[in-house]
């Protein structure tokens, strides 16, 4: 920490020039830099051959056609440039993850934040006696296994048996299957997301709400405002940052969709739930290398344009 | 060209890394390669040996090659099982890591894949293949040369009751397709029968079902070269294959994992699967307080059309020498001892393997149970799926389409010329 301080107040950059300059500046200075780089080496060493070098790999990748099959002879492995990108394009079965993640994406991200934002008020205006109980419930399914919760999910989904049914039954409606059916294993799906997930959004909001001054509330509520002007005008702009990484957040780990129908569905039934990640997931144990570190990469890109679009959208008011 | 030169020195450079050092036969390897591997010495072996088993096999091995140990003292053995989940994904890391194991347990279908990373020795001549059940022997061929050995099988075969049958006046399993799916029908109208039959709609592995019904009617899915996915027998043999669930006989959409509960109660009193499922039903039967189901089923050869030999799926697992070994002939020489008659009885005892070689079928402990050994006369005539490296994807694209014959009423001649595109353009990877 102090080497890196020590650098910034020089208002040198630390890099680079630190070699070269290392004659014209007191030696006390540079060995606290050496020792900072020294700290900083186990870090750098394993970021770059556990993270750095794969990406900068499998980008290599997805411009070659290399599969498994060339693993033991990289002399075959041929420069196709944007080749694979193109492909996936043309591929049926990835269009259809593609709209599947958006379905997901665009259902899921505003239910899974309205649902942790009105968990998250509730909590704080203390309707309840019994905050601690109810915070601590609403948060487990984050914290519980994928695998768990899919067998208790396939037990309440059942089409015979399951709970789900068994409700509607009693109101004279007859349940469709729901994860065998192409029409309802997505709502299915995100249903269960959203109740996985939505605990790490309320524990952020929750956190964002506490942190609104009471006196504004205050102030508001003796200029005459009720409880929805109140909200609309003082907690919300106060919340703003907060619902913007909330909406940031959810949305990348939502556009990665993957561990509900994997456990779930299996892409099915008839690819309906299929994702662009279980897709990609696919191509590399099938063994085509290059192709899935394309698909990797336009789901990246595909982040990178969203996140970006939120920070457009949802932060421009504050200034 | 200068970027694929960067390239080729980027992915090299990591692939030595990996593999530690490179092969100078390169991939051009498979032109010359032997029909059989070099002849193997079993004077004075030596050394020790790393053996991969997955599941069960895993955790049994050890007891099993103790006899080996005790054969040739002077080789010792360390058996790691592997789990099933990983194992794919295990074997590939340490053929491209050149830390393989020097004798290993292999999923059939992977056997295209591992021969086309030039990772498997090929058999020596000294193992005499023709002992093993022909099917069986198809899954270690790669283009026309033989990596290890099938270690041991299983075959799938239609399961009824014989109650419910006999009320429906079958006293036996019509062998042609028709027949076959009349007496479902008729099962189907038996009181407290929900469906005649239960058959896999779609959904991975559902080719398993369906292949066997157009091996059955005479139909070949793959040439030496090729995949021949969309031949009229095979078109008619989904057709069949989806008529079941057009004349709703079979269930479309299946509860999960109901197969023993609903035979047993009779509600789906046939389905088709493996000889392991004889003692899952049983025992479920047993705990339901039906001491004697064994009495009330039996089993059945896959039914034939056209003047076809039934013939079923082959599965199993092999057994498979690792090329970068360098205990060559005490490798050799444990795949050889595994595969004797009497080893593979007792392998049979210990953990109801059944055993890849003809002879072993002799003994009692394979003649005196009858549905066994019908199991044992389907495997004379079972077959291997091609053994091309793309199989599984193939395969996958296959069951895709499967589905929708099986839910969305998709035509045979649709379903096959669809599946065949995909697999001309996936390639046999050879």
Known sequence: MAAVTGTRRRGAPPTREAGKARSSRPPGASREERAGWLLTLPFLLLFGVFTAWPVIQSVFFSVTDITNRDLRTPFQVNFVAFEQYAKAFGDPVFRKAALNTAYFVLVGVPLTMTIALAAAIALNTGITRFRAVYRLGFYTPVITSIVAVAVVWRFLLNPDSGLVNTVLAWVGIDGPNWLGSTTWAMPSLIAMATWRNFGTAMIIFLAGLQAVPQQLHEAAAIDGANAWQRFRNVTVPVLRPTILFVSVTTAIGYLQFFEEPFVMTQGGPLNSTISASMYTYQQFSFGNYGYAAALSYLIFLVIAIVTALQFRFLSEKED | ?430
């Open chain 2, 1 to 430: 060209m200068r970027r694929t030169t960067l390239l080729v020195a980027l992915t090299t450079t990591t692939a030595l890394a990996l593999t530690g050092c490179g092969r100078d036969d390169g991939g051009a390897g498979d032109a010359g390669a032997p029909q059989t591997g070099e002849a193997v010495s079993t004077d004075d072996l030596s050394g020790e040996l790393e053996v991969w088993a997955m599941g069960a096999e895993g955790e049994a091995l050890p007891d099993l090659v103790a006899g080996f140990e005790e054969q040739y003292p002077e080789v010792s053995i360390n058996v790691t099982p592997v789990p099933w989940d990983s194992a794919h994904d295990k074997f590939v890391n340490s053929i491209t890591a050149g830390t393989t194991p020097d004798v290993a347990m292999i999923g059939t279908t992977w056997m295209g894949e591992f021969a086309g990373m030039d990772a498997l020795d090929p058999t020596p001549g000294s193992i005499d293949t023709s002992k093993f059940f022909e099917g069986a022997q198809g899954t270690i061929e790669v283009e026309g040369t033989s990596y290890g050995v099938p270690w041991y099988v299983e075959t799938r075969m239609v399961y009824y009751r014989t109650d419910i049958a006999s009320e429906a006046g079958y006293d036996e399993v019509p062998t042609d397709q028709e027949g076959f799916k009349e007496m479902a029908a008729a099962m189907q109208e038996q009181e407290g029968v929900d469906w005649g039959i239960s058959l896999q709609p779609g959904q991975t592995g559902s080719w398993q079902t369906v292949v066997p019904f157009a091996w059955s009617r005479g139909a070949q899915i793959a040439t030496e070269d090729a995949y021949t996915l969309d031949t009229p027998e095979t078109v008619a043999a989904v057709d069949y294959f989806g008529s079941f669930f057009d004349e709703e006989i079979s269930d479309a959409n299946p509860p999960e994992g109901q197969t023993e509960a609903t035979f047993t109660d009779g509600s789906v009193p046939m389905f088709v699967s493996g000889p392991w499922m004889m003692s899952l039903v049983e025992d479920f039967a047993a705990e339901g307080g039906e001491e004697d189901f064994g009495s009330m089923y039996d089993v059945a050869p896959i039914p034939t059309a056209d003047g076809g030999e039934s013939s079923s799926f082959i599965g199993g697992s092999n057994l498979g020498v690792f090329a970068d070994t360098e205990n060559r002939d005490a490798a050799w020489a444990l795949v050889d001892w595994l595969t004797q008659p009497e080893t593979q009885v007792e392998w049979y005892d210990m953990t109801s393997a059944l055993p890849s070689v003809q002879a072993a079928w002799d003994d009692e402990a394979l003649t005196e149970d009858e549905k066994l050994a019908k199991f044992g006369e389907q495997l004379t005539t079972a077959q291997a799926p091609p053994s091309f490296p793309t199989w599984e994807q193939v395969a996958a694209a296959f069951d895709a389409e499967m589905e929708k014959v099986a839910k969305q009423d998709l035509s045979g001649e649709e379903a096959v010329q669809t599946a065949q595109q995909q697999a001309e353009s996936i390639g046999t990877g050879q």
